[in-house]
């Protein structure tokens, strides 16, 4: 039976959808509260500019989504998603070797991520307790100050018009910009922060590439090298038969004015990878967008499970807590993994109550901490990267490199880390005695 209590959701990308989806299983009333208009299809939107770039959801992100959307992986499909097997059909370049290429046991789904977000949409306009209201900014909370509790949120929509909603539980799901960040911080609520600065940028075009029977891939990715390398690309194929091409560089390294200068620009960036394999593909290639740019200067995880004064009624999922690295493509599975870990805590409890929000807050620490540690040691091995270094850092980097260079070689040790890169296993996968036992044999032998 659904609880009499009403839920208000901030932003309606896929953490504030997925949540949405979740509470609808417990709440009588669900609102999600998007800036944007309501998209007529599945096209870029001004308020998730990263969607313009490759987006590829991972193995346990695409079940944990089957489970919260019982057939939508048919649905992606059924509209030109292409479904692949995550070892035969990526060929990926990275740390100086080709990864093994061989039939596995996990798969990874590529689309864009408007279509990815489309299909989640319209299954939740099919929610008869959810509601989408577009064009509406949430802009300030609603709040007791004697309780220190968030009752509400203040809109104001694309008239101008000011209104209030009251909510028993208010979720921000705004992303990196998020309204919760801005607002505590005004009232001196201190969020202990960690910060990378990377200074990353990512241009992506559309593309139509010429038939080739020769090629065996569906994606190529062309990592970087670090520390000397620091651009890399990916040329994705995605709905509609067309390719994704995506150029990225740490530490500003892509030049913009070059990339934009003529239409060769974007071509010529491909020389500058480590292979020429998505050159190759480009020469021949017609484009079918414009460049879309994003930059991601630093890294940020808000450690909102630290603050002791944290307003009751708040709870903060997805790109609001944690905006990771996209080097492995992880933050849609995290935003996953953590409406999975919200809908077991409603389960377990009759109402919503604070020790709940904590309780995920505890847990959302859970999802991220490995991911976070295995991206920034990648981000650390260049000297320009700014942060607080893990402890070991350099035996991480070591061990992580002798797993990247086996990975060429050996199917067991990269079967497991594509088990680990897709979220499936612990990072502990990594640490068993027959994989350490390959590491130490290679730098001995090597
Ligand atoms: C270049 C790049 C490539 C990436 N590639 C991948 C990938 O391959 N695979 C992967 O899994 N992840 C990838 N990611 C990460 C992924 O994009 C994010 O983790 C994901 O978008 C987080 O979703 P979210 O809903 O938390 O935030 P967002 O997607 O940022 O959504 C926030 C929503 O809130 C709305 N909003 C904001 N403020 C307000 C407000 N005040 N009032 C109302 N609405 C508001 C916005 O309009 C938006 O719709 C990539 C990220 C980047 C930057």
New binding site residues.
């Given amino acids: 039976m659904l609880r009499k209590e009403k839920a208000v959701i901030?932003?309606?990308?896929?953490?504030?959808?997925l949540a949405a989806r979740v509470l609808s299983d417990f709440f009588q009333e669900v609102i999600i509260?998007?800036?944007?208009p309501e998209p007529q299809g599945p096209v870029p939107?001004?308020?998730?500019p990263?969607?313009e770039?490759?987006?590829?959801?991972?193995f346990a992100?695409a079940n944990g989504l089957e489970e919260l959307f019982p057939g939508i992986t048919e649905k992606f499909n059924a509209s030109g998603a292409v479904k692949i097997n995550s070892t035969q059909d990526v060929a990926w370049f990275h740390h100086g070797v080709w990864k093994l290429r061989f039939v596995g046991d996990y798969t990874t789904i590529l689309q864009t991520?408007p279509h990815l977000e489309w299909h989640i949409e319209q299954y939740i306009k099919s929610l008869p307790n959810v509601t989408i209201h577009y064009s509406?900014?949430?802009?300030n909370y609603l709040y007791i100050e004697e309780e220190n509790r968030i009752t509400g949120v203040e809109?104001i929509d694309c008239s101008d018009s000011i209104r209030t909603i009251n909510a028993d539980l208010i979720i921000d799901?705004?992303?990196?910009?998020?309204?919760s960040s801005r607002w505590l911080n005004k009232r001196e609520v201190h969020i202990p922060e960690e910060q990378v600065k990377i200074d990353l940028s990512?241009f992506t075009k559309t593309l139509q590439l010429p038939d080739n029977r020769n090629r065996d891939w569906a994606i190529k990715l062309v990592y970087p090298n670090p520390p000397l390398e620091k651009i890399g690309g990916g040329i994705s194929k995605v709905e509609g038969n067309r390719y994704l091409v995506?150029f990225?560089g740490y530490h500003n390294e892509i030049n913009e004015k070059e990339i934009l200068k003529n239409d060769n620009g974007f071509i010529e960036i491909a020389k500058k990878l480590p292979k020429l394999d998505i050159y190759q593909e480009l020469k021949d290639a017609t484009a079918l967008s414009g460049t879309s740019i994003?930059r991601?200067p630093n890294i940020i995880w808000r450690r909102f499970d630290k603050v002791n004064n944290l307003p009751t009624g708040l709870l903060l999922?997805?790109?609001?807590i944690c905006?990771?690295d996209?080097f492995f493509?992880?933050?849609?599975?995290?935003?996953v993994l953590e409406a999975l870990a919200l809908k077991k805590l409603l389960t377990n409890h009759n109402q919503t109550n604070q020790q709940m929000i904590e309780t995920f807050h505890q847990q959302a620490v859970k999802i991220i901490t490995p991911i976070w540690n295995m991206v920034i040691t990648e981000d650390f091995r260049y000297p320009a990267t700014i942060g607080k270094k893990p402890a070991g850092l350099s035996i991480q980097q070591w061990y992580a490199k002798n797993i990247f260079l086996l990975s060429s070689q050996n199917q067991d040790i990269y079967n497991s880390f594509i088990k680990v890169m897709h979220l499936l296993s612990p990072t502990s996968t990594l640490m068993h005695p027959r994989i350490i036992k390959s590491v130490l044999k290679r730098t001995i032998y090597k």
């Fill in positions: 901030i932003g309606g990308g896929i953490s504030g959808k509260l998007e800036r944007d939107r001004k308020g998730t990263q969607g770039h490759i987006h590829a959801l991972l992100g991520r509406q900014i949430v802009r809109i799901a705004s992303g990196v910009s998020s309204l990512y995506t990225m994003y991601v999922i997805g790109d609001t905006r990771i996209p493509g992880q933050g849609m599975s995290i935003a």
